[in-house]
């Protein structure tokens, strides 16, 4: 193949594709922009009249983007007006998420401190944004969100999860939580957590692969819950590094025990350089 037929193809394959290539730079911008627009007060923009301009700008921003992976204008009109207008119970639902992590954390010290300096908070709103365009049926675009979102912070929730209210994540680096999960309200998770599928085949796209984390559950560092009918009941705590592919009761506690040997005389019986 000549550099020429090299051109050529390459130019059928992204029109092939080019329901799928947004403009990324204005998908980050749009979703830096309005986590400012609902969190921080920017200067000049304390009045109604500007407020409400800057509003208006977000809807048209949103307006575009959607223009690239949908064609109807009046599908288009109708995404933002349902998205927009849910937009005020998002906002009141990532407040209680803030709030649910300022009232757990020790090191956190006012609601401002959780806004602007916590990871956790961050990818939480870019989920619950993007899980709102999901409902819609659109995808592509909540996906370049949440991967912005995890490129930024290191944590990874698919814009397809369910999460309840006031969901916490403390640190949170390397938190994955998979696609059909399922979590209830008051429900906190450390960092490295995955909540993850038995099945990665092809064939179980449609179905539940993920697990439900019922009401007032915490899971801690290192977790790993796997597979779609696991089901952590309610107000269960799960230890770190524990490794789930079954179901626990309601109230449970699940821990590894760390055992304690004081050294002798006697040589190990295994061989110790392989956790140097």
């Not at 109708?78 to 119970?89: E, I, N, R, Y």
Request: charged share 20%.
């Amino acid at each position: 193949m000549n550099e020429q037929e090299f051109i050529q193809q390459l130019l059928a394959n992204k029109r092939r594709r080019v329901e799928y290539f947004l403009n990324k730079g204005e998908a980050e911008y749009f979703i830096q922009d309005l986590f400012q627009f609902l969190f921080i007060d920017q200067a000049g923009d304390n009045t109604i009249d500007k407020t409400c301009k800057r509003y208006e700008q977000l809807k048209m921003a949103f307006a575009s983007l959607l223009s690239e992976v949908v064609n109807e204008k009046e599908t288009i009109q109708s995404h933002v007006a349902h998205f927009f207008g849910a937009l005020p119970q998002t906002y009141h639902t990532l407040l209680e998420d803030a709030e649910a992590i300022l009232a757990s954390d020790p090191a956190a010290r006012s609601l401002s401190e959780v806004i602007v300096a916590y990871p956790g908070f961050y990818a939480t709103v870019v989920y619950r944004i993007s899980h709102c365009i999901w409902k819609l049926g659109v995808t592509i675009l909540p996906r370049l969100f949440c991967e912005y979102a995890h490129s930024k912070t290191g944590i990874d929730i698919h814009p397809g999860a369910a999460i309840g209210k006031r969901f916490a994540i403390d640190h949170g680096t390397g938190l994955v939580i998979g696609e059909t999960t399922l979590i209830g309200n008051d429900v906190k998770i450390y960092q490295g957590v995955t909540l993850g599928a038995l099945n990665v085949t092809k064939e179980s796209a449609s179905t539940k692969r993920h697990p439900t984390i019922e009401d007032n559950v915490i899971v801690y560092s290192g977790a790993t819950i796997l597979g779609g009918e696991t089901v952590i009941g309610k107000g269960s705590v799960i230890g770190g590094n524990v490794w789930l592919t079954y179901s626990v009761p309601p109230n449970s506690v699940v821990y590894h025990k760390s055992e304690i040997k004081v050294k002798d005389k006697e040589p190990f019986p295994e061989p110790l350089n392989f956790v140097i």
